[in-house]
């Protein structure tokens, strides 16, 4: 299967922890910050991920745990220049506020963030009117 109908296969497919914290983001439950859930970047597709700010948000269940895959993935991003955020499913419904305040905090460690869309991910069309 492509990798963008891969991506989308698993937005419709989302578990139960990653529709919650999604709910979380999409929400801007973060201020003005924007996300996008389950994101091709390079040869991986990243549960969620916020370009301006280079962070990646992963959700992870229990397949995950030592996972050799896992480290291998998360050194490519940081190589690619991104943070890499892991919260177990567990952490996220039972303790979804702290999740929030980690996310939070990691944002606010980076660079001014950049609200603007991107034409180069073929953002900023003008055609989404729903968000000023």
Aim: aromatic letters at 8%; zero cysteines; a neutral charge.
């Amino acid at each position: 299967m492509e990798q963008r109908q891969f991506a989308k296969s698993l937005r419709k497919n989302m578990t139960d922890a990653e529709q919650l914290l999604w709910r979380h983001l999409r929400a801007h439950r973060l201020g003005d910050q924007k996300f996008r859930r389950q994101q091709p970047i390079g040869p991986y597709i990243v549960d969620f991920v916020h370009f301006g700010a280079r962070l990646v948000i992963e959700a992870d269940g229990g397949q995950h745990n030592d996972s050799a895959e896992d480290a291998v993935r998360d050194g490519w991003l940081r190589n690619q220049g991104f943070t890499v955020l892991r919260f177990w499913n567990n952490d996220i419904s039972q303790n979804i506020e702290a999740v929030l305040e980690a996310i939070l905090k990691e944002l606010a460690k980076g660079a001014p963030l950049s609200p603007n869309p991107s034409p180069a991910r073929g953002e900023g069309s003008g055609s989404d009117t729903r968000f000023p």
